[in-house]
């Protein structure tokens, strides 16, 4: 396969390239570097550019005879989205429509696309099935969810097929600490847990430990950025084998609390983790974790790591890169 990868200069995107390569594909990255690093891209051209750019997406395709496509460039600030929301229109929605218009006019219909659980808004079901109803709850989630109705619409116009992987939350590093997650622009609970570890910003803010939980505190499921890299590879592998169009959950099936990721990076750091109970953040649903029934069945991917393997991987990538990419 040779695949063009957009946004392959961000955290996920870096890490399926890696992946990638690793199988021995060709792999061409597209990325504005509007969030993303170029250091972050291993063994594979860097194109610095923008999906929405039609011309430019064709003469990637035909220069590097790309096969099929990995869609992660999109913004993806819940509090941002809220904030400024043509931004997000404009860039996630907009710009997959300019750049699946390129993508077909390159005789490109295969597309792996970096959807998110949160499409779901707050699941009134947990585990969280394919079944849930798509509800909405900020312009990002919304942004999500109408790329992927647009891509099944030119399932029917334009035969494109795809598969949208709707993650849960991406956390981790790779194993040999060559590339992971830039803390400067995350405000998710494990990059800004190490920040705090590492005595690199004040203590973690837990938003909210009077919830209906064991320990009072939020369930998530953590999912390890290479397992997320690992199931990208096998629904492009689906796409190449001529399978139908689909969207797929793609999380461990387990929940863990703010207070056990804490406890779990107090345990692997070997440091206290300062932090301060404060009030519930709006929109926080108290539970989310995935039914990974349908990813295993479709793609016979599962997650291999959990908790311990994502915080000690995240550990080792933060504590020697205290300036991510910037180091
Ligand atoms: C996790 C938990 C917070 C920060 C994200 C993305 C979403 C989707 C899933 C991809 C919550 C708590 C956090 C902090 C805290 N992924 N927390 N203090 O909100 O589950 O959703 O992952 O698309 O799009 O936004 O992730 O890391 O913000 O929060 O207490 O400083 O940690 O309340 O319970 P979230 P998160």
Partial sequence: MSVLVTGGAGYIGSHTVRHLRSLGHDVVVLDNLDMGFAGAVLDAPLIVGDVADEALVGRICAEHGVTSAIHFAAHKNVGESMAAPSKYWHNNVDGTVHLVDALLAAGVQDLVFSSSCSVYGTPAIIPVTEAAPIQPESVYAESKATTERILRWYEQTHGLRSVSLRY????????????????????????????????????????????????????????????????????????????????????????????????????ISGLPVPYEITPRRAGDPVSVYADPTLVRETLGWEATMGLEEIISSAYAWHSTHLEGYGD
Wanted: proline share 5%.
């Fill in 168 to 267: 849960f939350n991406a956390a981790g590093a790779s194993a040999d600490s060559r590339i992971g997650e830039d803390w400067a622009e995350s405000l998710n609970l494990v990059p800004i847990a190490m920040k705090a570890t590492l005595g690199r910003r004040g203590p973690l803010l837990v938003f909210g430990d009077d919830y209906p939980t064991p320990d009072g505190t939020c369930i998530r499921d953590y999912i390890h950025v290479d397992d997320l890299a690992v199931a990208h590879v096998r629904a492009l592998d689906y796409l190449a084998e001529g399978k139908p169009s689909t969207a797929l959950n793609v999380g461990t099936g387990t929940g863990s609390s703010v207070m056990e990721v804490i406890a779990c990076t107090a345990r």
